[in-house]
């Protein structure tokens, strides 16, 4: 618990993603990524300089999901929970039946976290993305896009006037999934048809394969992008 806290922390306060009195909206997907932020966010709230509220929001996307483990998880924790629901499955698989759902998808929860964001009075959404999110986001922009690009760790929307950050860019995915097994934290199944059948499920197995000849491809690639820098990607001066 305590090197996940100290990683996380790093990386709020590197990148000042949280301010005095901030009401924080956690998107919780029943993933592994969200539930291991969800929970670290609300133990570091114990101690952390700065105030904040916490609230945990899940979209229902009519996939049948049960959100009951996310309840009583919330209740532990003492965040109050709201799940929305939605008919992003319908719209994406059984009205426009897209080739590539998962950037309409994509777009569609981003549009209804925002909504319940600003219902709950809300400024901040605090995101699942770790350390490979970023990584395998760059890869897939440069492979399809031609572009040095991925994901900033701080992004102001200014359509909204919300903030999304993303605090666990400083975890690898493997550190996030051995934390919530260990936390027994309730991880809930994903029910998506587009599950793991994405190009960036393709881009992960790459890297895997190139990590076997260059170990250390994952550190290096994160620290070019912190490095050059990519925009966004600026660090606080100490």
Same mark, same amino acid.
């Given at each position: 618990?305590q090197?996940m806290?100290?990683?996380?922390?790093?990386?709020?306060?590197?990148?000042?993603?949280i301010?005095?009195?901030?009401?924080?909206?956690?998107? +919780?997907? $029943?993933?592994?990524?969200?539930t291991?932020?969800?929970?670290?966010?609300?133990?570091?709230?114990?101690?952390?300089?700065?105030?904040?509220?916490?609230?945990? +929001?899940?979209?229902?996307?009519?996939m049948?999901?049960?959100?009951?483990?996310?309840?009583?998880?919330?209740?532990?924790?003492? +965040?109050?929970y709201?799940?929305?629901?939605?008919?992003?499955?319908?719209?994406?698989f /059984?009205?426009r039946?897209?080739?590539?759902?998962?950037?309409?998808?994509?777009?569609?929860?981003?549009?209804?976290?925002?909504?319940?964001?600003?219902?709950?009075?809300?400024?901040?959404?605090?995101?699942g %993305?770790?350390?490979?999110?970023?990584i395998?986001?760059?890869?897939?922009?440069?492979?399809y896009?031609?572009?040095?690009?991925?994901?900033?760790?701080?992004?102001?929307?200014?359509?909204?006037?919300v903030t999304?950050i993303?605090?666990?860019?400083?975890?690898?995915?493997?550190?996030?999934?051995?934390?919530?097994q260990?936390?027994?934290?309730? +991880?809930?199944?994903?029910?998506?048809?587009a599950?793991?059948?994405?190009?960036?499920?393709d881009?992960?197995?790459l890297?895997? /394969?190139?990590?076997?000849?260059?170990?250390?491809?994952k550190? %290096?690639?994160?620290g $070019?992008?912190?490095?050059?820098?990519?925009?966004?990607?600026?660090?606080?001066?100490?």
């Amino acid at each position: 618990m305590q090197k996940m806290l100290s990683q996380l922390r790093r990386c709020i306060d590197e990148y000042n993603m949280i301010e005095e009195n901030d009401k924080i909206i956690v998107g +919780v997907s $029943g993933g592994k990524d969200s539930t291991v932020l969800l929970r670290l966010l609300a133990e570091l709230r114990r101690f952390y300089p700065k105030k904040y509220e916490l609230y945990a +929001v899940s979209l229902d996307l009519g996939m049948g999901m049960d959100y009951s483990p996310m309840v009583e998880l919330c209740k532990q924790l003492d +965040v109050p929970y709201i799940i929305k629901k939605t008919d992003i499955k319908q719209v994406v698989f /059984d009205i426009r039946k897209e080739s590539n759902p998962c950037s309409l998808c994509a777009k569609m929860r981003r549009g209804a976290l925002n909504d319940v964001t600003l219902e709950l009075g809300a400024k901040k959404v605090a995101l699942g %993305h770790h350390e490979d999110d970023a990584i395998e986001t760059f890869f897939l922009s440069l492979f399809y896009e031609g572009r040095l690009n991925t994901f900033m760790p701080v992004t102001y929307l200014d359509r909204t006037g919300v903030t999304q950050i993303r605090p666990l860019l400083y975890l690898s995915e493997r550190k996030i999934a051995n934390f919530a097994q260990r936390e027994n934290l309730p +991880v809930l199944h994903n029910p998506c048809p587009a599950d793991k059948v994405t190009k960036r499920e393709d881009v992960k197995k790459l890297i895997k /394969d190139l990590e076997k000849q260059f170990p250390d491809l994952k550190k %290096h690639v994160f620290g $070019g992008i912190q490095r050059l820098p990519l925009p966004g990607w600026e660090r606080e001066a100490k």
